[in-house]
């Protein structure tokens, strides 16, 4: 039963946090990537800012939990290689990046 629980609790956070990347589309075309997002107007930089946006904190610390649970998927002999593979897939959607099992130490 605690098997179960456990095993519950490591997917269902891996296979949420995958839908919105799922949803997102591919870029049209660089030439028009540049001309929807405008040059940042100068009172908006944020260049000189000590410490990154709450945002990109969460992000990175999101990708870090993922990653050492996906960590544990690969070290895990009883894991079948479909699974995995496919979790790595899933993870490289959210993050951007081919993903593998040597690639999450990075995170």
Do not use: H
């Not at 990154?52 to 990175?60: E, I």
């Not at 939990?65 to 894991?79: F, G, I, P, S």
């Amino acid at each position: 039963m605690r098997v179960c629980l456990f095993a519950f609790l490591l997917v269902v956070p891996l296979g949420l946090s995958s839908a919105p990347a799922l949803a997102q589309k591919a870029p049209a075309a660089p030439g028009a990537a540049a001309a929807a997002n405008p040059p940042t107007p100068e009172w908006r930089r944020t260049d000189g800012y000590r410490f990154p946006a709450l945002a990109d904190s969460v992000r990175r610390l999101q990708y870090t939990t993922l990653a050492m649970q996906l960590r544990e998927y690969c070290a895990d002999r009883r894991v079948s290689d479909d699974f995995v593979r496919e979790r790595l897939q899933r993870f490289g959607r959210i993050t951007g990046r081919a993903e593998t099992c040597a690639s999450l130490r990075d995170y």
